[in-house]
């Protein structure tokens, strides 16, 4: 997989690609600001960008702005945004407009290589990944007439970690359960969630799209 | 005062005994000038007081997220590299020392006041007061009203901190887990309500009489009411006109 790495701070940048290197990860570039990102990604066509939300000039949300140009103008690159903050809103504003191929985490997850590397390859296959503390935070955040609120236990733990960017199998083995269960128990939300079969459309995206719209 | 005159009343007898009364009337509208000058002053300076405070936890905060969090994101990253790599002897040390770093980031963030000035900053009012209420361990409803265009970011600090330390204070006294906020924009008026459904007595903590001066710095009104059947409710008056 091919990669660019955007960060202001030189550390943290030189942190990212080490572990990227160590992953098997290909870090083509870095850049410093979006500008830089920018005309990295139309040079090198990565796979993945890997962004952090506040960069110069303003610090306030110049990934969110470049995560989006990006997805707009070359489809076959993936975003995965960093932020040193839980904002869902950032995550929301985002994921409705191109809830495919975009990833959200918290900074300081990455340095758990494996979640780094899932949230990249889920990315990379256009799916989305939200962070799981955002995730809970919208669990939490219980709104009247929302079909969220309909879901079991169970369901909602599936739903979660959906939303973090976990296969079936995945779910499977973190809830310790078969994946035929894990299987039925999706089908039923999505059934909740109101999500109709259908092949062109991801529903597992969707479903997550769901919850961020509570 | 009231005068009763009888018809034989003189002019000029009516007068000198007006007079005295006329003189005190003068003086205290004199006073009164001179009070409403001297609020103004009172007022100002509490103004630049509290942006002179804001401003410094801009810095402090922006400080805080450029060095020591970046910094401690970065040995987290390198740590988390160094395991990787490790025989399986050193890795428990190396296993402890990311735990305590993700401690360390998460008490900073907390110091920082999480995400205050970059969600306000970026989002505005209203996100700020869901991510409050989303990170808030109590059961909340929220009602929001407010016009388009932006709020002065002096009010929208003033309503942001209203709602966290009301909230906190909740959470802190009532013996409740329910709270209600309201923030709804009339005219030139910001009004932000936080009410809760715990038993009387409300108790006043440090954060609550930090923002009623913040309010009146701002020339706003602070007012908390608490009551057996209704629990406290705490409401700030902002005018938010330019």
């Known amino acids: ?45 990565p796979d993945v960008a890997v962004v952090d939300i506040r960069m110069p000039p303003t610090h306030k949300d110049e990934g969110l702005v470049a995560a989006r140009l990006i997805r707009e103008r070359y489809p076959h690159t993936g ?20 809830p495919g191929g975009l990833g959200y985490l918290l900074k300081e997850r990455v340095s758990d290589l494996a979640i780094l590397i899932e949230a990249l390859e889920r990315v990379n296959s256009g799916q989305c990944v939200v962070d799981p503390a955002i995730v809970a935070r919208l669990l939490d955040r219980e709104r009247r007439g929302s079909p969220v609120g309909t879901l079991s236990p ?11 960017g976990r ?3 995945a779910i499977a083995h973190q809830l310790g359960i078969g994946e035929r269960t894990v299987e039925s128990v999706c089908a039923q939300l999505f059934r909740k969630l109101d999500l109709q079969p259908d092949p062109d459309v991801n529903r597992r995206v969707l479903a997550v799209l769901t919850l961020l719209r509570t | 005062m009231r005068l009763v005159l009888s018809g034989r009343a003189e002019p000029g007898q009516v007068l000198s005994s007006l007079a005295p009364a006329g003189l005190l009337a003068l003086e205290n509208a004199r006073l009164n000038a001179v009070g409403l000058v001297r609020l103004a002053e009172v007022q100002g300076s509490q103004r630049r007081i509290v942006e002179a405070t804001d401003l410094e936890r801009r810095r402090i905060e922006h400080d805080l997220h450029d060095g020591a969090q970046q910094r401690l994101v970065a040995v987290a990253m390198h740590l988390s590299s160094a395991r990787q790599r490790s025989l399986s002897g050193a890795s428990d040390a190396l296993i402890e020392g990311e735990a305590q770093i993700r401690e360390a980031l ?29 990170a808030c361990p109590l059961r909340v409803e929220v009602q929001l009203a407010l016009n388009a265009g932006p709020l002065p970011q002096p009010v929208q600090m003033a309503a942001y901190l209203t709602i966290a330390a009301g909230l906190d204070n909740v959470a802190a ?10 923030v709804v924009q009339e005219a030139e008026t910001l009004i932000v309500r ?3 459904a715990g038993p009387s007595g409300a108790v006043v903590g440090r954060g609550l009489t930090a923002i009623a001066d913040r309010v009146g710095a701002l020339g706003g009104t602070f007012d908390l009411a608490s009551d057996p059947q209704n629990g406290t409710t705490v409401t700030v008056r902002l005018r938010c006109g330019s």
């Open chain 1, 154 to 164: 169970r369901e909602r733990e599936t739903l979660s970690l959906m939303a973090q």
């Open chain 1, 79 to 98: 975003v995965l945004l960093l932020s040193q903050y839980l904002a869902p809103r950032y995550a929301e504003r985002l994921l409705e407009d191109q």
């Open chain 1, 167 to 169: 296969s079936n199998a």
């Open chain 2, 106 to 134: 998460a008490a900073l963030r907390r110091l920082a006041h999480d995400s205050l000035t970059a969600v306000l900053g970026a989002e505005g009012l209203e996100a700020g007061v869901e991510d409050l209420v989303a």
């Open chain 2, 194 to 196: 936080v009410v809760d």
């Open chain 1, 1 to 45: 997989m091919r990669v660019v790495v955007a960060d202001d701070v030189m550390i943290v940048r030189a942190g990212l690609i080490r572990l990227l290197i160590d992953a098997g990860v290909t870090v083509v570039g870095e850049a410093a600001d979006a500008d830089e990102l920018l005309r990295l990604v139309a040079l090198e066509k």
């Open chain 2, 173 to 182: 006294h009532a013996r409740t887990d329910r709270a209600w906020v309201s």
